[in-house]
């Protein structure tokens, strides 16, 4: 089996089981991959169709599928086991861009499919890029930081040839990247339509990846800006540089002042005062009486 480095985000879950009497259900996912498994986050209230946008990261050597269980958290009595989602990997290994879109029923103790889960499934070959990333006509240079081959592979798959993105596209982009997880779906879109919308300068309803970056940059800085929003934020995302972009270089150390460089003149000489301050009188316009201005 090859290694790698396998990304498994799950973008949400619906019909599960209900397992809570009064109230809705708060679910979480248990995902394991080989020996190591990691529990996401909870989502409080999430009920029966939650709405994750969880990403989980592992490196693999021979691993041959991805086990996800679902539960219902319990404040007093033991989590709920509402299902189980197996994953095989045949297909992300074997597809050229190393990358699946798919859903899972979610099985439970009983054997009854009860929900599914929509996740979506990419692997990084151990010593390359994944597929397709280096074919993407507007994608950015060799990377810069670790997280620019998930960038490039986000770009290049929904960049499709056509030299941009649309909406869609950066909404789908950001939650494979791992931003707005547990955030719902609707204010999702709100975040992502006031990007777009300052991002795509020309008003054609596409941007391309220096506008992506440049907007990518921003949502990173604002969201980092507020305590509430940094949750929504990917632990390894860093800025980027857009490509076809040269970053101003830093001003250097001791700048010297140009020797050309000459002081404005003083004010000429003999510049007379009005009665009483600045300004002087205007031909004709005695000031009034106290100081300037005259009384009306």
């Not at 391309?208 to 800006?225: G, H, I, K, T």
Request: charged share 15%; with cysteine.
């Amino acid at each position: 089996m090859p290694e790698g480095r396998l990304v498994f985000t799950c973008l949400k879950a619906v019909n599960l089981k209900s397992a809570q009497t009064f109230g809705k259900q708060d679910p979480y996912l248990d995902v394991k991959v080989g020996r190591i498994n990691y529990r996401g986050k909870t989502i409080t209230d999430g009920g029966t169709s939650p709405v994750f946008n969880q990403k989980f990261e592992y490196d693999i050597t021979n691993e041959t599928e991805i086990v996800v269980t679902v539960y219902n958290s319990n404040s007093v009595n033991s989590d709920d086991h509402l299902g189980d989602v197996v994953f095989p990997l045949t297909h992300v290994f074997g597809n050229e861009h190393h990358y699946q879109e798919t859903n899972g029923a979610v099985v439970t103790k009983s054997g009854k499919t009860k929900g599914d889960l929509s996740v979506i499934i990419r692997f990084t070959p151990a010593g390359g890029a994944a597929a397709g990333s280096a074919s993407a006509p507007a994608a950015a240079p060799a990377p810069t930081n670790p997280q620019m081959t998930e960038i490039n592979a986000a770009w290049a798959k929904h960049e499709a040839g056509r030299g941009g993105i649309d909406k869609n596209g950066l909404h789908s982009i950001l939650n494979e990247l791992g931003f707005f997880q547990g955030l719902d779906t609707a204010k999702q879109m709100q975040v992502v339509h006031g990007q777009f919308e300052a991002a795509d300068t020309s008003k054609d309803g596409w941007i391309d990846f220096n506008e992506f970056a440049v907007m990518y940059n921003r949502l990173l800085d604002s969201l980092r800006q507020h305590p509430k929003a940094q949750a929504y934020v990917p632990q390894n995302a860093q800025f980027i540089t857009p490509p076809n972009v040269t970053m101003p270089p830093p001003a250097p150390a001791g700048y010297a002042q140009p020797t050309s460089y000459q002081a404005a003149p003083s004010a000429p000489g003999g510049y007379s005062q009005a009665p009483g301050g600045y300004p002087p009188a205007q031909g004709g316009y005695p000031p009034a009486q106290g100081g300037y201005p005259p009384a009306q």
